[in-house]
């Protein structure tokens, strides 16, 4: 399999995780979101939304949205599990999950933030706007988990709540986010970067860093 991503892009990352926790190794491509290059016509041939990542399957299968590419790779390959068996906590798991990924990470993502930009919104106000869609964002998820048991976000093992969060955190700070009082979701950060799965994914390790 092959992964077409970008070192900063969170949800490329979120896929690098959910690789790293299933143990399955693949090849890593690459497309420099700043440069435009996810916009160029053969890799619109691969993905039609110009987005990373891209998983491509050894039969040719081409699958797309970090969410969907964590689904299937929980049903491809169930050991160990990103999602909860119990039909309540698995519920909790992916609405926690779904709150990063369509909730704050879209609306501070580099296509939204660029159209503030042409739009003749200053570079002061977009970053504004991006910190406060972080922090916002982000108290709803302390809030979420606050009576769950620890260290991770839903229990003593890593979901995929935690394989949204992490990157999102580091989105939060690169934008100035006061995120210091968060203190669960930090503490759910911390287990998370303890496990290698997580920190070998972590952008600055990548090979296309910058």
Request: hydrophobic fraction near 45%; include cysteine.
């Amino acid at each position: 399999m092959k992964l077409i991503g970008y070192f900063r892009s969170g949800a490329s990352y979120r896929v690098r995780i959910a690789l790293n926790v299933k143990g399955i190794k693949v090849e890593h491509a690459f497309r420099h979101l700043r440069k435009g290059e996810q916009k160029s016509d053969d890799y619109l041939k691969i993905n039609p939304q110009g987005l990373v990542p891209s998983l491509l399957l050894d039969d040719g299968t081409v699958l797309t949205q970090s969410i969907a590419i964590m689904e299937w790779l929980d049903e491809t390959h169930p050991q160990p599990p990103l999602l909860p068996k119990d039909p309540v906590n698995r519920a909790k798991v992916r609405a926690f999950a779904l709150a990063v990924s369509c909730d704050i990470h879209p609306v501070q993502n580099l296509g939204p933030l660029n159209k503030l930009a042409a739009f003749g919104i200053d570079q002061a106000n977009v970053t504004r706007w991006a910190k406060e869609v972080n922090f916002d964002g982000l108290q709803a998820c302390e809030a979420l988990i606050a009576a769950e048991k620890g260290p991770f976000c839903f229990g003593d093992t890593p979901t995929m709540a935690d394989i949204c969060l992490v990157p999102q955190l580091v989105n939060a700070r690169r934008f100035g986010a006061d995120i210091s009082g968060f203190k669960r979701i930090l503490e759910a950060e911390a287990a998370c970067l303890k496990l290698p799965a997580f920190a070998d994914a972590v952008p600055e390790k990548q090979p296309d860093a910058e």
